[in-house]
């Protein structure tokens, strides 16, 4: 439950942004467009409203359950990390006990989404649990945390596929290859703000293990190897040339964001929004690929 101690200094936001920034939704928008984009391509562009929903409460419960762990797991280290020392468990505005609430009751919404789904997404839900939690541990003994962060994000369409159709086709493993490695691009990215405070903190990540100048360098690496995959996505899903149009917008603003990387590695809050914009370019590409006649481009 929320902290009683009134010794607790009042957060300067109501009870409903409070919860919201202890879950980071702010964060929905850098996911949440890629999910509904597969569950379009999955379902050819005929999801049931039943499927929609569902796998919307999939989504969103599987990454409240991880974020809920994460604070419970890291509030020591947030501690000390300047970033993230005023976040709700450390300052005790939140208890430990409502934070294992979230995470009970997030993760239940998961198994109940699954299971209303299909018998396979229900069997799997488990194994995405695992994943959401077990990245919490990483950093304190691998340097590859942010690609293991990049494999969880790579979960996602291979689950929405399995959600939607039932089975796991040779597309879906193109759109997982492509997530992985934008999801390790995206959090080296992040990574590269928290390089002084993960040292002090004897944390791994790749730029301390590696240095900031080549993780800067193998950035933009990874996203040419991402859009390469998403590339074959739309080649693989039969999609029309919306799609890679919408790839090309998405290639040149990715170069953007590498350029900003580049100059300041330590300024992650515009690379943070134009992650956003990616995942929104990518689910109008999808939409007007499957929606619009290729006679309009």
């Given amino acids: 439950m929320v ?5 607790v200094t009042d957060p300067p936001w109501g009870p409903a942004a409070e919860f919201g920034r202890f879950l980071e939704i702010q964060n929905l928008g850098l996911n949440l467009p890629f999910a509904l984009a597969f569950l379009l391509t999955a379902s050819s562009g005929r999801p049931s409203p039943w499927t929609i929903l569902w796998i919307v409460v999939a989504f969103v419960s599987a990454r409240n359950a991880g974020h809920a762990f994460n604070r419970i797991v890291d509030r020591e ?3 000390q990390n300047p970033r993230t020392r005023g976040r709700a468990l450390v300052t ?3 208890s430990t006990r409502f934070a294992v609430l979230v995470v009970v009751v997030s993760s239940a919404a998961l198994l109940v989404a699954a299971y209303l789904l299909n018998p396979l997404a229900f069997v799997l839900a488990p194994v995405a649990l695992l994943a959401v939690f077990g990245y919490s541990y990483t950093k304190r003994f691998t340097a590859l945390t942010t690609v293991f962060l990049g494999v969880v994000e790579g979960i996602l369409p291979a689950a929405t596929y399995i959600a939607v159709r039932g ?3 040779s597309v879906a493993l193109a759109a997982v290859a492509a997530l992985v490695c934008w999801g390790t691009a995206f959090e080296t990215v992040h990574s590269l703000g928290d390089v002084e405070s993960d040292r002090a903190a004897h944390l791994a990540s ?3 293990r ?6 800067v360098a193998l950035i933009p690496a990874l996203h040419a190897v991402a859009l390469g995959f998403l590339v074959l996505f739309g080649v693989l899903a039969s999609l029309s040339l919306w799609f890679f149009a919408g790839v090309a917008v998405m290639a040149v603003v990715t170069a953007t964001l590498d350029l900003w990387v580049a100059r300041d590695p330590g300024q992650t809050a515009r690379p943070f929004r134009l992650h956003m914009a990616l995942g929104a370019i ?12 290729t006679t309009f481009l």
Wanted: net charge neutral.
């Fill in 167 to 169: 089975d796991l086709p």
């Fill in 282 to 293: 990518f689910l109008v590409a999808v939409v007007l690929a499957l929606y619009l006649p």
């Fill in 210 to 215: 590696i240095g900031v100048p080549r993780s």
């Fill in 3 to 7: 902290s009683a101690d009134p010794a």
């Fill in 206 to 208: 790749i730029p301390v």
């Fill in 92 to 94: 005790g505005r939140y």
């Fill in 77 to 79: 280290y947030d501690r």
